[in-house]
């Protein structure tokens, strides 16, 4: 059994969500070895605007899924837009580093596959910038493929790969 469950974030509705997922978001997405992979720009987030983001993602089919440890400490965030008319997207997927190579993304990204299907979707999509090849990595053994390419997206140039995995019956 993994000392990690997944749990539902709904800051837009519930403070103490809000108090948890901020700073843990803060953290795991301006973290140095994170935020090349997370920041087109390559600035780091600012507070102001991850509140904004989290204030206006629910109108926007937008969701949050964490990875916490028994104490309830958050080890690693994905954040998601339903949308009935572009489908299941992935905005994000991010651990603190003291917690990678526990399979965290792993479990964050099967649990987003499982809820794409049972939530009607025949397909969940995701973008990764060319040189995350740890993210890369995992979503290809997940059985993700590449669908189409974007370049020059980063600030320094970095290409986004953006892959899709169709979601089988069974």
Excluded at 127 to 136: G, K, R, S, T
Aim: include cysteine; hydrophobic fraction near 45%; charge should be negative.
């Amino acid at each position: 059994m993994s000392k990690f469950e997944i749990l539902e974030f709904v800051p837009e509705t519930n403070d103490e969500h809000m108090n948890e997922l901020l700073p843990a978001f803060l953290a795991i997405w301006n973290d140095p070895e994170n935020l090349k992979y997370l920041s087109l720009t390559l600035r780091p987030f600012e507070e102001e605007t991850v509140r904004s983001w989290f204030s206006m993602h629910i109108s926007g089919g937008g969701r949050y899924f964490c990875a916490v440890d028994t104490g309830r400490n958050i080890a690693g965030i994905s954040a998601i837009r339903l949308d009935p008319i572009n489908g299941f997207e992935v905005m994000g997927v991010g651990v603190l580093p003291p917690s990678k190579r526990q399979g965290i993304g792993t479990m964050l990204m099967k649990h987003l596959a499982q809820l794409a299907k049972t939530s009607g979707f025949q397909s969940i999509e995701v973008n990764v910038l060319a040189d995350n090849v740890i993210m890369l990595r995992l979503l290809l053994g997940l059985g993700f493929i590449p669908i189409r390419m974007e370049h020059s997206k980063r600030a320094d140039g970095a290409d986004l790969v953006f892959l899709r995995k169709v979601l089988s019956e069974s």
